[in-house]
């Protein structure tokens, strides 16, 4: 995968504490972003074919719940390989510009603490 | 069954029957579940991505596929619909020999058996292995070169030998673009044969439809940009090539700058737009 989408990354790290079924994933989703990625059914079994047919995610349980069909995903060991992939280049990118901060709130604290 | 359920069900149609059979229930019941208590209507939000992940299904736009591979299949589709202007073209010639003139004639023959080869290896793309396709394309190639005007035969020969080589990638053409190489190849054969009576009153409303289809196709660009390219490709072919061997001074009949130079404008702003809309395609 060259390129994961925010809601792919989400939807994948929704995965690693164990296999979940739609909703669980929705609700997931929600929690581990402070609730900024809400996921809309449609856009979830549209994320969950592809990363099926990738191999990243694979169909663990089938059962029936209020006479209907509950599939639960878990993670496979490709997908979990690109998701820290993928949180590995997102840390260097966030490091690029997060150990710039640092020196220049440090230089602005010294420069506020100088006597006039 | 409440009324939630009903309408989300409405919405599933989106999807093909394929789908739902596979999906639908499992889909539903997310949907009832992810619905706060009491609510009797879907929100827009998932009405919108219910739609849109449909037409992505049926667009064959649910695996995700590198923009090479995106443009490779454009481009194969393009030269489909080319290759079915000019098959249209020659049938045209030779259905109207057959009910209007009654001389035998030679040219009429090989029109139609090139006509023939053109259309098996068009459909062949989507239905036979690649081997097939590129043998009956490279057939009719040799045939259009060796039989009929070499000038002439640059254009079908060149597109398929297009076809030919762009057969030969891993994904194969999908299947719901079909309804629009019939729809391209229906109008441009009963376009060709509107001067004959009784199908003259079809001329006017056969003008209206190569832009019906453009408006389709520009606004399913929203959903898959391919056949936006794809009928770059159509138009270019269908105008330039003619107008190229007119301005040449080539023995066709010359055609007037605006005849040229809007398909051309036209054909460059939707292959643009296509290419541009490729790269912003999958959503997820």
């Known amino acids: ?116 | 069954m409440t009324r939630l359920a009903r309408c989300h069900r409405l919405l599933l149609r989106a999807y093909p029957a394929w789908y739902r059979r596979e999906r639908g229930e499992e889909m539903l019941g997310t949907l009832l579940e992810a619905s706060p208590p009491g609510r009797r209507w879907p929100s827009l939000r998932d009405a919108r991505a219910l739609i849109m992940g449909g037409f992505r299904v049926r667009a064959g736009q649910n695996q995700r596929l590198t923009r090479a591979a995106n443009l490779r299949l454009a481009v194969l589709l393009g030269a489909a619909l080319a290759l079915l202007w000019l098959v249209a073209g020659d049938l045209t010639d030779v259905i109207l020999h057959w009910t209007h003139t009654y001389s035998p004639s030679p040219g009429i023959a090989s029109e139609a058996v090139y006509g023939v080869l053109t259309l098996a290896a068009v459909v062949a793309a989507w239905f036979a292995p690649r081997l097939v396709v590129a043998v009956l394309a490279v057939a009719a190639a040799a045939l259009y070169v060796s039989w009929g005007d070499r000038i002439m035969a640059i254009q079908p020969a060149g597109l398929l030998i297009l076809l030919a080589v762009l057969v030969f990638g891993r994904e194969r053409l999908p299947r719901s673009w079909l309804w629009l190489a019939g729809v391209v190849f229906a109008a441009d054969l009963l376009q060709g044969l509107t001067p004959a009576n009784p199908l003259y009153f079809l001329y006017i409303p056969l003008v209206f439809v190569p832009w019906i289809i453009l408006g389709i196709v520009v606004l399913w660009a929203a959903v898959d940009a391919r056949p936006l390219i794809a009928m770059a490709i159509y138009i270019a072919s269908k105008y330039l090539f003619v107008s190229a061997l007119s301005y040449l001074g080539y023995g066709v009949v010359p055609l007037a700058s605006w005849q040229w130079y809007l398909p051309t404008i036209g054909a460059a702003i939707l292959a643009a737009a296509g290419t541009w809309r490729l790269r912003h395609q999958v959503v997820l």
Do not use: C, W
């Open chain 1, 1 to 116: 995968m060259s390129e994961m989408r925010e809601p792919t990354y989400f939807v994948l790290a929704s995965l690693l504490d164990g296999p979940l079924h739609g909703y669980g994933i929705i609700k997931r989703v929600a929690d581990l972003s402070d609730g900024r990625v809400r996921l809309a059914t449609g856009t979830l079994y549209t994320a969950l074919d592809r990363l099926t047919a990738e191999g990243y995610v694979r169909l663990v349980r089938e059962e029936i719940v209020n006479g209907r069909a509950r599939r639960s995903y878990g993670l496979t060991q490709p997908g979990a390989t690109a998701l820290r992939a993928e949180a590995r280049r997102m840390a260097q990118a966030a490091d690029l510009v997060t150990s710039r901060d640092h020196p220049r709130r440090a230089g602005a604290a010294s420069r506020k603490a100088r006597p006039a």
